[in-house]
């Protein structure tokens, strides 16, 4: 089992930039599959963006393609969404989450993921 705690959200202007950081607990986080996913005021919760075990292989919505980027550092158990160029339609709660080590591979849907941190703001202004 592993815990998440998401932080760095916030209040920024159209086009500035955020890290988001997801500090993990456990001594086994290299074995799980990790990604991003946020969710709106009144909308589902949709993914951003997914990292391989090793930190070799990402994958991102078309929404945030070349303006986010993924990252991981397993010897510090810590996953990381730098956010650039970021607008009005980026503003929702921001969670990290973690897929079974059972399973090798990362996944888009929310419901493939197992642990759940509880959230961080980013606020968007225009």
């Known amino acids: 089992q592993v815990q998440l705690v998401e932080s760095g959200g916030g209040l920024v202007q159209a086009g500035g930039s955020l890290r988001l950081s997801c500090a993990a607990s456990?001594?086994?986080?290299?074995?799980?599959?990790m990604g991003w996913f946020r969710q709106a005021p009144g909308k589902e919760r949709e993914f951003v963006a997914t990292?391989?075990?090793?930190?070799?292989?990402?994958y991102y919505a078309d929404s945030v393609k070349g303006r986010f980027t993924i990252s991981r550092d397993n010897a510090k158990n810590t996953m990381n969404l730098q956010m650039n160029s970021l607008k009005p339609e980026d503003t929702a709660v921001y969670y990290c989450?973690?897929?079974?080590?059972?399973?090798?591979?990362?996944?888009?849907?929310?419901?493939?993921?197992?642990?759940w941190g509880q959230g961080t703001q980013v606020t968007v202004s225009s």
């Open positions: 990292i391989s075990r090793s930190g070799g292989s990402t």
């Open positions: 456990g001594r086994t986080f290299s074995s799980y599959p």
């Open positions: 989450a973690a897929r079974s080590s059972i399973f090798s591979g990362t996944s888009s849907n929310y419901y493939d993921y197992n642990f």
